[in-house]
């Protein structure tokens, strides 16, 4: 079966600073994974998603992630990070060819600091 | 194009009671997914319908049912209501082409948020 792990459930940085939220993921068969982030009292909205190809995916608001197959990891950074990042992000795979289930992680929530 | 829109937004049943949740497309979408979110249990996927077909249904009780009309338009159902679900109910609108990569993206719209007292 497919899990996601999220490693920290809260990131605490100041403003300005860089920032990584981890992201690892299990599968055996081929996976698809994304980036979401979710502002207070609001649904998900898509950062990014690795799809194929290059490795290292560019998204919206200056995020970034890279997909490591060998480690199953697709963690997220951001390398100046504004008191409007603060959100909690998600990370979610899903199955190539099955694209109607998302499997998320458990959430991360990024604290910027002024 | 507007977005997924879901109504209500609030909601506020007793146990015993039943809920029914809608969830309107982007407008060409055919595949329509739902979730539940809550502290506890973080993001748990319910179902997914596609051209009026539930293609796959993730680990909850047959309380929780949905259905999906000619127009893609979705509903949820949840009978028999109970305290643990409480939660946000998120709705999630994708192309649904299975194989073409591009179109594989879910929008969420702003979910229904669902207390049960």
Same mark, same amino acid.
């Given at each position: 079966? +497919?899990?996601?792990?999220?490693? !920290?459930?809260?990131? &605490?940085?100041?403003?300005?600073? &860089?920032?990584?939220?981890?992201?690892?993921?299990?599968?055996?068969?081929?996976?698809?994974?994304?980036?979401?982030? +979710?502002?207070?009292? +609001?649904?998900?909205?898509?950062?990014?998603?690795?799809?194929?190809?290059?490795?290292?995916?560019?998204?919206?608001?200056?995020?970034?992630?890279?997909?490591?197959?060998?480690?199953?990891?697709?963690?997220?950074?951001? &390398?100046?990070?504004?008191?409007? !990042?603060?959100?909690?992000?998600?990370?979610?795979?899903?199955?190539?060819?099955?694209?109607?289930?998302?499997?998320?992680?458990?959430?991360?929530?990024?604290?910027?600091?002024? | 194009?507007?977005?997924?829109?879901?109504?209500?937004?609030?909601?506020?049943?007793?146990?015993? #009671?039943?809920?029914?949740?809608?969830?309107?497309?982007?407008?060409?979408?055919?595949?329509?997914?739902?979730?539940?979110?809550?502290?506890?249990? /973080?993001? #748990?996927?319910?179902? *997914?319908?596609?051209? *009026?077909?539930?293609?796959?249904?993730?680990?909850?009780? /047959?309380?929780?049912?949905?259905?999906?009309?000619?127009?893609?338009?979705? *509903?949820?159902?949840?009978?028999?209501? *109970?305290?643990?679900?409480?939660?946000?109910?998120?709705?999630?609108?994708?192309?649904?082409?299975?194989? @073409?990569?591009?179109?594989?993206?879910?929008?969420? /719209?702003?979910?229904?948020?669902?207390? @049960?007292?």
């Amino acid at each position: 079966a +497919q899990s996601v792990t999220q490693l !920290d459930s809260q990131v &605490p940085v100041f403003e300005e600073a &860089p920032v990584e939220l981890r992201c690892n993921y299990s599968s055996s068969v081929s996976v698809y994974l994304f980036w979401y982030v +979710q502002y207070p009292n +609001q649904g998900l909205q898509l950062l990014l998603k690795y799809l194929s190809g290059s490795t290292l995916v560019k998204g919206i608001n200056g995020f970034e992630a890279e997909f490591n197959k060998s480690q199953t990891s697709f963690h997220l950074r951001k &390398p100046s990070v504004h008191i409007s !990042d603060t959100a909690e992000y998600f990370c979610a795979v899903t199955l190539s060819g099955n694209t109607g289930k998302l499997i998320f992680g458990q959430g991360t929530t990024l604290q910027v600091k002024p | 194009k507007a977005g997924v829109t879901q109504t209500p937004r609030y909601l506020i049943k007793t146990r015993g #009671q039943q809920v029914t949740l809608s969830c309107s497309p982007i407008s060409g979408h055919r595949s329509v997914s739902w979730y539940q979110q809550t502290p506890g249990q /973080g993001l #748990q996927f319910l179902f *997914e319908y596609f051209s *009026e077909t539930q293609r796959n249904k993730g680990n909850f009780p /047959g309380r929780f049912s949905g259905r999906q009309f000619s127009n893609s338009r979705s *509903e949820m159902n949840v009978s028999t209501l *109970e305290l643990g679900d409480s939660a946000l109910y998120l709705c999630a609108s994708s192309l649904g082409l299975a194989g @073409v990569i591009r179109q594989e993206t879910q929008y969420f /719209g702003p979910g229904t948020r669902l207390l @049960v007292l």
